[in-house]
Structure formats: structure tokens, C-alpha cells
């Protein structure tokens, strides 16, 4: 008898009955489920030759991620601080991270929740020295006659401990920052006067009053500041405040260029762009500035034509424009200093390095910094121009691959088994059909033993269908109903119909944690993060904990709509399945709601250390709590505590439970304090009420107070401090 009619026989009959209405057909085998010797011999060859290096290749690690991430001998993702430059001993398994802060206090661990960010200073640093590099390299093959010096656009990401962090490392090369509103302003003029004096202060964004106030009393402050026109009419408020504060500000304006691609992030370019002003506009403004004595303030051109710029050939021609716009304004006696080639410098997510993608670029950082030194130069060089200082506003470029997002898989969707029926049940549920439905029956039992498996499909839908119409007019009860679906499951399966993806449930959010998914189908590298030394069996979309259709994640890098993955149970990692996104250093903490009352992660900040484990935790910050997304919301959580206590005590001493009342306050206390995400760990800390709890030292004594190779190192250090 062909497999496919015993699966259906042994999905329905027991061995020895037949199908009703025909019983001259023999007793079935009973499908066991199990492939034969040969085949599953074959399937744990092929297993046991599976090695990190295939999963390296599977999810593309080094092409989108190289050179700071890999998988190494254990199977694990591993980070490379310092990028080509990383010593094998200095690599830093991302596993041994979420083991050293999920792990409860009493193990040595810290004791946080998942999700998590894990933010690496070291590769921040690694990529805004490559960027400077490349830059210097370029100026220095192209006989290029002044220097660079970039800003970061603090909007990508304004935690503050990236935005120092940038600061610092930048300092040696004059970088600077950018800013786009009032409280963005105010931090960049905090965190540079820590800077280099000579460091760019870019004021960018509709301007107030008040704004341009501010920018200007940062130039009281010896802040090197440069407010860029985007409107016409701030020119009027920076003259009148300017003469009113008695300062002589820097002035400079973003041109719309006629230059512009033509992908989602090409939207704010071009002559019909958000910002900037255009060439009447622009004369408009130095003949203003020349009517009132401070033409000599105009000193910086800025321009934009996108972010993820996809060619080297498109970022040349605008630069062209913008450089002819440049010289222009030096003829009519504009003191020009800075060309401000904004943002643009495309981040590869996945690994395609193709042009026609809106998630590939095709060029790397030196191909960027060489095609703007080169039309620059050209285009001063033939106007007798002197060459400017080239600014840049890289900040997806800069900021995006030093963060990576940890979540766990918390369950998976499993295939569905057909309930056993005696040859009773069977012979109730046969009679409880229609006479339409038991053609159909006897026809796909028909159809299974001659190997039509077309003519299977058709039928068991056609059962399906029937039976469904019955329950509907409530003759078919829900058992004979779930027997036909698990009939109609094990069909699809045995001719290969059936879908054969896998919902993975995860404990995040995508809306907090990856909103630039859901908002605008940007794709990021998603890859488990350990249990790369064996093969992925399956195949799995990502469902988040939100009620809500749209969280989940069902498009990968590479054009798939699944990703592979390993079976949860059974890992050897008492059954935990992390997996990582990669390159989200950029605009989603920022971006990310509170949809369900979701927050956002814990976050920790770990550094290359020469202990055994090659790192270090330096700080370390609770997720916020759901008494803290509560607020947010206008509630309050401490009068919501007093209402729900106040009514257990209306309910007696003892709850129905037999829980005495103290100790129900206690668990609502305890429910207000944690985190909104599934706890899934054997032992969690609470985080603090108000989300004060966290742990901090500096850079200088994180390999001394937090590394994590000494047993029970830094135990009593951690400290939170519980409202």
C-alpha cells in the first residue's frame, strides 16, 4: 500500500479497520512518523558535519557583518571589538554576555531581564576611527589642499552615553555634533564642552525664537556653533538676536539640490524636499546678509540627497552640484570655510553589497570618502577655489553596528497530531457525516491507495469543508472536527502541501524594539546567537508578545520569508533559544513606542577586558518597569497600588486563596516593579519603581570591578537601589 494511504488510515481507522463503505480494502500500517533507516542515516550524517563556517555562510555573518562579527569554535556569535585589528583572545562570545546578565546574583550574574541591548564602546570607537581614516587617506592621495572633520547627528541615537562616548573618541579628530532641536541642542553644547574647542556644533531644524537663541549663546560659549539656515525667514531672527545678544554668529544653509535618488530615503531631497532652500532662496539670503554688514558670516553650504545612498556615481553628483553652489557663493564674497555634505553613507545589512537595494549600498567606506575628496577638489580646482573643510553627518554609518538587540524565543508552534479513535469513535464519527462527506471520505481513501495525491488534496478539502458546514449547523461535534483537520494536516504533509514554517514566539516587541520593521519594512540581520555548530532543522517566522497582527517578523535579509532555526528543545542550554539582531545601532531606540504597554530593554555596556572572557560589563540598566510605562501614560502607579490593596482588605484577612493580605500587596507591589516582558528566567531582580536602579564605573575600573572571568566577581558591587 502506497505511505500515503496508511498515514490516512492511521490518521482516522486503527490497524485492522477499514474505511466504511469498502471493506475490501486490507488492514492499514499504522504511520509511525519516522523516515526510514537510509534516509535517517543520511540526515545525521549530514548533521554531524555541520560546522560554525556553514552557518557563517547560511546567514551571510561576514558579508553584512564583517569584520567585527563571526561565529566561532563553540558555535556562538562573537564580537570583534576592534574589527580587522581583534587578537582571536580578544574576540567576545555574545552567549557568555547574556549568561553573565540573566544569571541571578547569587550566581554571579546580574540579574536582568531580557530583551536586551548590548552596546560595544569599542567598536563605536573602531568605526569612528575608520571613518576619520578613510577620509585622511583620501585627502592625502588627492593632493586635497584642507582636512575633515565629521559630526554625529545625535538624532540616530541620543542615549547619552553614546553621544559622550563620541565625543571622546572623537576628540583627537575635531569631530563635533548635530542637532536638530532644542533638547538635542542643549545636549550637544553639554557634552562639547568636553570636546575639542575646534569641533563642529551643526544647528539643524526648524527654528525658533528660542532655538536660535540658544545656538547663539553656545557661541558665547566658545562653542564652535554653525546655525544652518533651512527656512528663509530664520535669517530675520538670527540678525535680530545676534545684534540684540551681541554675537557675530557662523552662518550657513542647506541648499536643495536638484541631485536626488530616487528609493525611501531619497524622499527629503531634491527641489521638493522638506528642508533646505533653493538657489533664488539662497541669493535671496547674501544679498540680505550684504545689506546688513555680515556677509562675512556666511561660511558653511549643507545640502542632503538621503540616507543608505546606494552609488558612489550618485553621491559624486551631488557633491559636483553642491561644490558649484559653493564656489558660486565664494565669488559673491560669502566667506565660505565648510562644504557640509550631510548624511548618506549607506550601511550594508545584508551582506549584498548591490546598488539596487535599499538595504545594500555598493561601495565601503573608502569608495565614500574618495568619490567626495575627488569631486570637490575637481570642481574647487577649476573655479580657483580654495579647497574647504569637508564635513560629514554619518551617523547610521557610525552608530549602527556597535548595538545589538538579544531576545528569546520562548516557545514554537508545533505540528498538530490527529487524536486516536477506537474502532467505536470511528465508526460514530463515520455515521455522524453527511452522505456528501462519506463520498468524500471513501474518495480520498480511494485516491491515497492508487497515489494521486492531487486528487487528495481535492478531497480532504472537500471533507474538510463539509465537515466544517456541519459544526457550523452544530451536527458535528468538536472532536469528529478535529479529527478531520489533524486527516486533512497529515495529507498535506505526506504529498509535501503543507507548510512546513514554524511561529517562533519571542519575548519582545517590535514595535519598541525593531519599529522601523513594522513602520517602513527596513530589514536587519536576525541570527541566533548560539547553536551555530549545528545545522538549523527547521524554519521559523517571529512572533512578538504584542497583541497585535502586525508584530511579528516574516522577511529576512536575502529575500526570504523565513529564517532558518533550531528545534527549542533539547539544546543542552536548558532550553533557552537566543537569537540577536544585528546593525540597529540607528534610529530604533529612538523610534521605538510603547504599544501594549511594552518598554524598551535592559541595556548593558560591555568593553574588551584582558580577563578569561575577554570582557566586561561596565553598566548596567534595567529595562523600564510597568509602573514606569505607566506613567508614561499618565497613570499613578503608586495610587493604582493603594486602590487594589484598599480592596484587598475589603476582602477579608484572607483572599479565596488563601493568601494572607500582606502578602497579596506584596505580589502586586512585586507586579508594578518588573518588567512588562515574559519572565522566563528561573530568577529575575526587580528593577527599581522609578528605574533608578542602575550600576556605574568608569572606564578605568570596569576590568577591576566587573570583569567577568573571576568567579563571583564584583558580587557585592552591583548594587540597585529599590524605591
Not at 29 to 37: A, I, K
Not at 587 to 614: I, K, M, T
Amino acid at each position: 500500500m502506497p505511505a500515503l494511504a496508511c498515514c490516512v488510515d492511521a490518521a482516522v481507522a486503527p490497524p485492522g479497520y477499514a474505511f466504511a463503505g469498502d471493506s475490501s480494502l486490507p488492514a492499514p500500517v499504522p504511520f509511525s512518523g519516522v523516515f526510514p533507516t537510509t534516509a535517517n542515516t543520511t540526515a545525521s550524517a549530514a548533521a554531524a558535519a555541520w560546522s560554525p563556517s556553514l552557518s557563517n555562510e547560511l546567514y551571510r555573518i561576514d558579508a553584512w557583518g564583517g569584520p567585527y562579527f563571526t561565529v566561532n569554535s563553540s558555535g556562538n556569535v562573537s564580537v570583534r571589538p576592534y574589527g580587522s585589528g581583534t587578537m582571536p583572545h580578544q574576540e567576545i562570545d555574545l552567549l557568555k554576555i547574556v549568561k553573565k546578565v540573566s544569571d541571578p546574583k547569587s550566581e554571579s550574574g546580574l540579574g536582568l531581564q531580557l530583551p536586551l541591548i548590548v552596546r560595544f564602546p569599542d567598536v563605536l570607537k573602531n568605526r569612528l576611527e575608520s571613518l576619520q581614516g578613510a577620509f585622511d587617506f583620501a585627502i592625502q592621495s588627492q593632493d586635497y589642499g584642507s582636512h575633515y572633520q565629521g559630526v554625529y547627528p545625535v538624532k540616530c541615537n541620543q542615549d547619552r552615553f553614546v553621544v559622550e562616548d563620541i565625543v571622546r573618541f572623537g576628540k583627537p579628530f575635531r569631530f563635533g555634533l548635530e542637532a536638530g532641536s532644542k533638547p538635542e541642542l542643549l545636549m550637544a553644547m553639554s557634552c562639547l564642552c568636553k570636546g575639542n574647542p575646534e569641533s563642529l556644533l551643526v544647528c539643524n531644524g526648524f527654528k525658533d525664537f528660542e532655538y536660535i537663541s540658544l545656538a547663539l549663546m553656545a557661541r558665547k560659549l566658545d562653542l564652535n556653533t554653525v546655525i544652518v539656515l533651512e527656512q528663509e525667514e530664520e535669517l530675520d531672527l538670527v540678525i535680530q538676536l545676534s545684534k540684540k545678544l551681541g554675537v557675530r554668529p557662523v552662518i550657513g544653509a542647506r541648499a536643495k539640490l536638484r541631485t536626488k535618488h530616487s528609493g525611501h530615503f531619497g524622499s527629503t531631497s531634491g527641489e521638493k524636499g522638506k528642508f533646505g532652500l533653493t538657489t533664488t532662496q539662497i541669493l535671496r539670503v547674501v544679498k540680505k546678509l550684504e545689506q546688513v554688514g555680515m556677509l562675512d558670516c556666511f561660511q558653511l553650504l549643507h545640502f542632503h540627497i538621503g540616507s543608505q545612498i546606494p552609488t558612489t556615481a550618485l553621491l559624486a553628483d551631488g557633491v559636483c552640484e553642491a561644490a558649484q553652489i559653493y564656489c558660486e557663493l565664494v565669488r559673491l564674497g560669502a566667506h565660505m570655510k565648510v562644504i557640509d555634505i550631510g548624511g548618506g553613507l549607506g550601511i550594508d545589512y545584508d551582506g549584498s553589497k548591490s546598488s539596487d537595494s535599499e538595504i545594500s549600498v555598493g561601495y565601503g567606506i573608502e569608495e565614500y570618502a574618495m568619490a567626495v575628496v575627488r569631486a570637490v577638489r575637481c570642481v574647487c580646482d577649476r573655479r580657483s577655489v580654495k579647497h574647504p573643510v569637508i564635513c560629514s553627518e554619518s551617523g547610521r554609518a557610525i552608530v549602527s553596528h556597535h548595538s545589538v538587540l538579544i531576545f528569546e524565543a520562548v516557545s514554537a508552534s508545533a505540528c498538530d497530531v490527529a487524536p486516536s479513535m477506537s474502532a467505536y469513535a470511528l465508526q460514530y464519527f463515520i455515521e455522524g457525516l453527511t452522505e456528501e462527506a462519506r463520498a468524500d471520505y471513501r474518495n480520498l481513501s480511494a485516491a491515497a491507495i492508487r497515489g494521486e495525491y492531487e486528487a487528495c488534496l481535492t478531497y480532504a478539502d472537500l471533507l474538510k469543508q463539509r465537515c466544517v458546514d456541519q459544526f457550523k449547523e452544530g451536527s458535528l461535534g468538536i472532536e469528529q472536527l478535529a479529527t478531520v483537520d489533524g486527516l486533512c494536516d497529515l495529507v498535506s504533509k505526506a504529498i509535501g502541501a503543507s507548510d512546513p514554517v514554524r511561529t517562533y514566539n519571542v519575548n519582545l516587541s517590535v514595535f519598541t524594539s525593531i519599529p522601523d520593521f513594522w513602520g517602513i519594512g527596513q530589514l536587519f540581520p536576525i541570527v541566533p546567537i548560539h547553536r551555530l555548530d549545528q545545522r538549523p532543522a527547521v524554519r521559523g517566522v517571529l512572533s512578538d508578545l504584542t497583541c497585535d497582527s502586525d508584530g511579528k517578523i516574516n522577511k529576512f535579509i536575502g529575500g526570504e520569508s523565513s529564517l532558518p532555526l533550531h528545534e527549542m528543545e533539547g539544546n543542552g542550554s536548558g532550553g533557552r533559544y537566543y537569537l540577536g539582531m544585528f546593525l540597529g545601532g540607528a534610529y530604533e531606540e529612538a523610534l521605538g513606542g510603547v504599544h501594549n504597554l511594552f518598554g524598551g530593554p535592559s541595556v548593558v555596556r560591555v568593553s574588551q577586558s584582558d580577563g578569561p572572557y575577554s570582557f566586561a560589563v561596565t553598566r548596567a540598566v534595567p529595562g523600564p518597569s510597568c509602573a514606569d510605562v505607566l506613567r508614561l501614560m499618565q497613570h499613578e502607579p503608586e495610587l493604582m497600588f493603594e486602590t487594589l490593596k484598599h480592596r484587598a482588605e475589603e476582602c477579608g484577612e484572607v483572599d479565596k486563596d488563601g493568601m494572607a493580605n500582606s502578602a497579596l500587596a506584596t505580589s502586586l507591589a512585586r507586579s508594578f516593579h518588573n518588567m512588562p516582558y515574559l519572565s522566563v528566567a528561573s530568577s529575575c531582580c526587580l528593577t527599581a519603581m522609578n528605574n533608578h536602579g542602575l550600576y556605574y564605573c568608569s572606564e578605568d575600573d570596569y576590568d577591576i570591578v566587573a570583569d567577568s572571568g573571576a568567579p563571583n566577581a564584583g558580587e557585592e558591587d552591583w548594587s540597585y537601589c529599590c524605591a
